[in-house]
């Protein structure tokens, strides 16, 4: 299973020797505690059959040094698919959303545990374990490389997907945009039969109306103008698979129509070519389209839309997901991390609570790019709200030369012309450039305004040869 959060380090107080899950079968359950602690947020699992204890003690799994605490104040346990709390018998009690427990109470998904100044959140996450699958023969590979699911709603569609999955049905796929619908397709690919056939993946909305036809079919060498070979088509590439059409509702309605008799005969013919082929493929289809406006505007045909979906399954947005962010910021923040071989950063807690309470009308994919920027810019400091506030807001300067390339020195390549990291340390030096002016070159103020501390920010200084007299903020 792909690990979630970054396994504790030496110097964490929550102890290095709490296990990871272990990959299991099927859909499981796994419960995560996320702790927050004197504005530090770690999360921490809890595989079946583990014993947590909550203290000051050295002994304790999750150690955290709080004079409020006792030595053994309480102690999580999880004894199959179910996960209790006790208190320990310490001085200024346990409370679960409020009330002081008394004896052994079991906890749910959603409540809230505290102990002195220790917030502990519970979190269950259902589990999809899959052994790695080959690449696909025409792109399509899911970027995160893992499937973070903890809202009540998600873990419902997932077990659905798991259900459905064994029938040879065709599901269409609502939600909007970045909302992680092909994530919900290699679910449904992951418990197939077809799990051993290739997942393909296909945007239909960016392929040319001109070529639509050639992409799905394939072609025959000497079909058209261009034709130099034989090309293999994406319904021929899913054979023994399953093929996720993404904004299926974007296809030419002549593409539709021959898209239907794929449907219902399981045969296709290449451009150019009279010879049908037999195709063994399940069909996953998506759309951020209101599907109702589609097919009263004659852009979707209603066969097509009835023959697609068998079944109908709804991505709520991000922000209808509140739990799941906490993890996926963990989750983009380590990856990001191991990219540009630093340490994964801290969010403090205002942080996560700030990330938490905005819309992300482009949901996950918004969310990434954020927290993405903000490992760049934190480097290994914590990060706080501050940095985030301004890589939310457009009309920051940061945001502003991210969106607009052209922006940089002359002295350097176009961002777009260079690899990523050098764009990402020119936005770093801008940040810092930014941030020195609007503070009249005080460094103590400049290091609060982008979260970092202030011996971070004179060690960036030094390294863009920016410097450090006060009120000079050129190179």
């Known amino acids: 299973m792909p690990t979630m959060v970054r396994g504790p380090r030496a110097d964490d107080e929550t102890a290095s020797r709490v296990a990871m899950p272990e990959p299991g079968t099927g859909l499981g359950s796994t419960a995560w505690l996320t702790v927050i602690h004197r504005d530090v947020v770690r999360m921490t699992p809890l595989p079946r059959g583990a014993r947590l204890v909550l203290g000051r003690d050295a002994e304790a799994e999750i150690r955290l040094a709080d004079e409020g605490l006792s030595r053994r104040h309480a102690i999580f346990q999880r004894r199959h698919d179910r996960l209790f709390l006790a208190d320990l018998g310490s001085k200024n009690g346990t409370f679960v959303n409020g009330g002081r427990v008394k004896g052994e109470r079991e906890l749910r998904h959603g409540d809230e545990v505290r102990a002195a100044g220790a917030l502990v959140h519970v979190v269950l996450v259902a589990q999809l374990a899959s052994p790695a699958e080959p690449p696909s023969p025409a792109g399509g590979a899911d970027e995160s490389g893992e499937t973070i699911v903890a809202e009540p709603c998600m873990v419902q569609i997932h077990e659905m997907c798991s259900r459905i999955a064994g029938a040879f049905t065709s599901v269409l796929v609502l939600g909007e945009t970045g909302v992680g619908k092909e994530i919900v397709a290699r679910t449904i690919h992951r418990a197939s039969p077809q799990r051993d056939g290739p997942f393909v993946a296909l945007n239909c909305s960016t392929i040319p109306e001109s070529v639509a036809e050639t992409e799905l079919f394939g072609c025959e060498k000497g079909a058209f103008t261009g034709a130099g070979e034989r090309r293999t088509g994406y319904l021929e590439a899913a054979h023994l698979g399953t093929l996720f059409l993404d904004e299926v509702a974007d296809l030419p309605l002549a593409v539709q129509a021959k898209l239907l008799r794929v449907l219902d005969t399981f045969r296709l013919s290449r451009l150019g070519s009279t010879r049908e082929i037999e195709v063994d493929v399940r069909f996953v289809c998506a759309t951020n389209h209101d599907v109702e406006e589609r097919l009263a505007a004659g852009l979707l045909r209603r066969d097509l839309f009835y023959r697609l979906s068998q079944f109908v399954v709804f991505v709520p947005p991000l922000r209808s997901r509140p739990t799941e962010i906490p993890l996926l910021v963990a989750s983009f923040a380590r990856r990001m991390s191991q990219r540009i071989g630093r340490p994964a950063p801290q969010f403090t807690s205002e942080a996560i609570r700030y990330l938490v309470g905005q819309p992300w009308p482009g949901n996950i994919r918004a969310l990434r790019n954020v927290v993405e920027r903000a490992v760049v810019l934190a480097g290994e400091s914590r990060i706080g709200k501050e940095l985030l506030v301004g890589?939310?807001?457009?009309?920051?300067?940061?945001?502003?030369?991210?969106?607009?390339?052209?922006?940089?020195?002359?002295?350097?390549?176009?961002?777009?012309?260079?690899?990523?990291?050098?764009?990402?340390?020119a936005l770093e030096e801008q940040s810092l450039r930014d941030a020195l002016a609007a503070t009249a070159g005080n460094q103590a103020r400049a290091a609060r305004r982008i979260g970092i501390s202030r011996r971070a920010l004179i060690h960036r200084m030094a390294k863009y040869g920016i410097r450090s007299d006060r009120g000079d903020n050129s190179s």
């Open 391 to 425: 890589l939310m807001q457009p009309e920051r300067p940061v945001a502003r030369l991210a969106d607009q390339p052209a922006a940089v020195s002359t002295a350097q390549p176009p961002p777009s012309a260079t690899p990523i990291d050098a764009r990402l340390r």
